[in-house]
């Protein structure tokens, strides 16, 4: 899977779609996920724990 977003795209929105996708369009439920620190935010955690089975 292979997606270029905008330069100016927040991560948030990037990150949310591409989870959806693992998860509709490839069934996928136990994905590891590699951050860097830019994606380390309290709004990242609480998307992972509302809308994704994150543990």
């Not at 590891?32 to 809308?51: N, P, Q, T």
Request: charge should be positive; hydrophobic fraction near 35%; charged fraction near 35%.
């Amino acid at each position: 899977m292979h997606h270029v977003y905008p330069g100016t795209t927040n991560d948030l929105r990037t990150f949310e779609h591409t989870l959806r996708q693992l998860y509709d369009r490839f069934g996928l439920r136990d994905i590891v996920i590699i951050r860097d620190r830019g994606m380390h935010s309290a709004k990242i955690i609480k998307l992972l724990e509302e809308r994704f089975e994150f543990r």
